[in-house]
């Protein structure tokens, strides 16, 4: 049996196939939450890791293995947090790597042209979600990305339920607002 | 419902994050309101666009 309860109680008890696996359930929804702070993706896939092994020695201080995707996921915003804080001690700027952001996202429609809209759409909504600010883009990433719960949200950043609302509220209206173009024609 | 008061809850209802008394009485205005209607239809088609643009 491989349900995320059962494998992580197994990681807990060190079982360390468990973990791997744990670790591949995981790591993608990680990536992509810790991408959305950093805005880089060789660091946020470092960051990625580092929040594993961080997972991985403190597992044992999770208390209920029905919150360990929050847990996770917190653990996750920590480690963005102190790299973020870091680069700006050391006044590092992060320019965002178009390049892989086209290689990432290949069009799958049927026209040439069309896959060339698809991405022309994706790097505009990649440019929109990274100019939101950091609070709006977590909580715009956590619930229209991974549909996570208000609570879980809340949970995750630390925030209050009101809050959360307000930023998802704020960051839809963001996005529509620099997206509305390429909306009007989906 | 009037439609200050639909708008106000208009997202969480889409999120699911509203308890069923309140739900139904979204959907029950929604049903005879186009405006409302259409901005859930926005939400829904935004939401979808998002993702596959993720995808």
């Not at chain 1, 086209?102 to 505009?124: C, M, R, W, Y």
């Not at chain 1, 715009?140 to 996570?148: A, E, H, I, T």
């Not at chain 2, 809850?9 to 029950?28: K, M, P, S, T």
Request: overall charge negative; some cysteine.
């Amino acid at each position: 049996m491989n349900g995320s309860e059962d494998l992580i109680a197994r990681a807990r008890a060190g079982d360390q196939e468990a973990f791997r696996l744990v670790f591949e359930r995981y790591s993608r929804p990680v990536l992509g939450f810790i991408y959305e702070m950093v805005s880089h993706r060789d660091l946020a896939e470092e960051l990625t890791q580092e929040t594993f092994v961080r997972a991985y020695h403190n597992l044992k201080q999770l208390r209920d293995d029905t919150k360990f995707s929050t847990w996770l996921f917190g653990i996750g915003r920590n480690v963005a947090r102190e790299s973020l804080r870091l680069r700006q001690r050391e006044s590092l700027s992060c320019t965002q790597d178009i390049d892989s952001i086209q290689q990432e996202h290949t069009g799958t429609s049927d026209s040439p042209v069309q896959q060339l809209l698809e991405k022309e759409f994706n790097i505009a909504m990649e440019a929109a979600l990274q100019a939101l600010d950091e609070d709006k883009r977590v909580v715009f990433f956590l619930k229209v990305l991974q549909q996570r719960s208000y609570y879980e949200i809340a949970e995750i950043t630390g925030f209050s339920l009101a809050k959360v609302k307000t930023e998802l509220h704020r960051a839809r209206l963001e996005m529509r607002r620099r997206l509305r173009l390429y909306m009007e024609t989906k | 419902m009037k439609c200050d008061d639909c708008q106000l809850v208009i997202e969480e209802y889409f999120d699911g994050e509203l308890n069923e008394q309140a739900a139904l009485l979204v959907r029950r205005h929604l049903d005879g309101c186009k405006s409302c209607s259409g901005v859930l239809e926005s939400l829904t088609t935004e939401q979808a666009v998002y993702v596959a643009g993720r995808s």
